[in-house]
T-cell receptor
Framework: QKEVEQNSGPLSVPEGAIASLNCTYS??????FFWYRQYSGKSPELIMS????GDKEDGRFTAQLNKASQYVSLLIRDSQPSDSATYLC??????????FGTGTRLQVFP | DAGVIQSPRHEVTEMGQEVTLRCKPI?????LFWYRQTMMRGLELLIY????????DSGMPEDRFSAKMPNASFSTLKIQPSEPRDSAVYFC???????????FGPGTRLTVT
């Protein structure tokens, strides 16, 4: 079992819809969770961090964390073609290290 | 803030040559991380430093790889000798002492022929 698992996609959604990206992790002691967006040929860009169970909203983005289910998700409302990218889930499991999932490719079509 | 700076942005070299990648972390950040990204293996942590001291180098693939951080504003990742399988994008990231958010540099795309 991978430490951080994501569906590779692609996840295709129409413009204006809600995109839902999911991530599961294996280690219950994980405390910090992050979503990075990576455009093709670019570096990962931090878009959300979440530390507590529940929802955290920032603009069109909402991160959701459920530690009991070992599940973290990212919702993108009013999806735009510019949101088309690979979204990486990262988990702080041991000390200072982040463990990254392999990413979900999102495609938003007009 | 200028963000994390990496150089060169692209490097093409022949097998057997020495390659040196450079990174300047965000000013004030105490942690520096070196990652490698490939299609097959995704984003892998190679090594990280705290206050210029290497903390965990368990991700360094083999002795051909070495990393140094002589001061708080500069780090190098060296590959000697390079091999075609080292071809990848190498990222440097940094973070502050009290937070876990890491910020990535633009990366160096390495091609070894």
């Amino acid at each position: 079992q991978k430490e951080v698992e994501q569906n590779s996609g692609p996840l295709s959604v129409p413009e204006g819809a809600i995109a839902s990206l999911n991530c599961t992790y294996s280690d219950r002691v994980s405390q910090s969770f992050f979503w990075y967006r990576q455009y093709s040929g670019k570096s990962p860009e931090l878009i959300m961090s979440i530390y507590s169970n529940g929802d955290k909203e920032d603009g069109r983005f909402t991160a959701q964390l459920n530690k009991a289910s070992q599940y973290v998700s990212l919702l993108i409302r009013d999806s735009q073609p510019s949101d088309s990218a690979t979204y990486l889930c990262a988990v702080n499991r041991v000390a200072d290290k982040l463990i990254f999932g392999t990413g979900t490719r999102l495609q938003v079509f007009p | 803030d200028a963000g994390v700076i990496q150089s060169p942005r692209h490097e093409v070299t022949e097998m057997g040559q020495e390659v040196t990648l450079r990174c300047k972390p965000i000013s004030g950040h105490d942690y520096l991380f070196w990652y490698r990204q490939t299609m097959m293996r995704g984003l892998e942590l190679l090594i990280y430093f705290n206050n210029n001291v290497p903390i965990d180098d368990s991700g360094m693939p083999e002795d051909r790889f070495s990393a140094k951080m002589p001061n708080a504003s500069f780090s190098t990742l060296k590959i000697q000798p390079s091999e075609p399988r080292d071809s990848a994008v190498y990222f440097c990231a940094s973070r502050g002492q009290e937070v876990y958010e890491q910020y990535f540099g633009p990366g160096t795309r390495l091609t070894v022929t």
